[in-house]
């Protein structure tokens, strides 16, 4: 099956997130890293702050 460019735009919902609020969805594992895609550079940086966070206290 072949997907064009509107079914994808169907599919995704872009919305604006506190920074803070971004971290807790990622910490409580509600959002994943992996669901994210073209993010700007804050949302970049706090993903992988989180991620990277998060590692260290499950590796501790």
């Given at each position: 099956?072949?997907?064009?460019q509107t079914?994808?735009?169907?599919n995704?919902?872009q919305v604006?997130?506190?920074t803070n609020?971004?971290?807790?969805?990622?910490?409580?594992?509600i959002?994943?890293g992996n669901?994210c895609?073209?993010?700007n550079?804050?949302?970049?940086?706090?993903?992988?702050q989180t991620?990277?966070?998060n590692?260290a206290?499950?590796?501790?």
């Open positions: 099956m072949l997907i064009n079914n994808i735009d169907q995704l919902a604006a997130l506190p609020v971004l971290e807790k969805l990622i910490s409580l594992g959002v994943h669901e895609r073209c993010l550079k804050v949302a970049k940086k706090v993903i992988w991620l990277l966070n590692s206290h499950i590796a501790s």
